[in-house]
């Protein structure tokens, strides 16, 4: 099996910085793209950041300027810098990872992490 396991979330005020990370293990062959996605109550999960595994990135507009992503491939592990968060930051915030498992054909699966909770406020 996979399993991803996020860390990293907690309570910050405006204008402070955390920094999550995202580690994926089990039987893996190697890991294509990962991201990070946060979700409110009552709305759909939205995207944050994604990064290749030749470690090209994309943005929500929203995170664009203070958010920076990146990864280890040697660690299978994705990382989600947020500086000058705001109370608007605040949700529960998921890992993505699609994963290349052993077996005939490079089979391709997509994961989710468990979530971390991340507030903004003061």
């Known amino acids: 099996q996979v399993q991803l396991v996020e860390s990293g979330g907690g309570l910050v005020q405006p204008g402070g910085s955390l920094m999550l990370s995202c580690a994926a293990s089990?039987?893996?062959?190697?890991?294509?793209?990962m991201g990070w996605y946060r979700q409110t109550a009552g709305k759909e999960r939205e995207l944050v950041a994604t990064?290749?595994?030749?470690?090209?990135?994309n943005y929500a507009d929203s995170v664009k300027g203070r958010f920076t992503i990146s990864r280890d491939n040697a660690k299978n592990t994705v990382y989600l810098q947020m500086n000058r968060l705001k109370p608007e930051d605040t949700a529960v915030y998921y890992c993505k990872a699609l994963v290349v498992k052993p077996g005939p054909g490079s089979p391709m699966y997509q994961y989710w992490g468990q979530g971390t909770q991340v507030t903004v406020s003061s």
């Open positions: 089990g039987s893996i062959v190697s890991v294509n793209s």
């Open positions: 990064i290749t595994n030749d470690h090209s990135t």
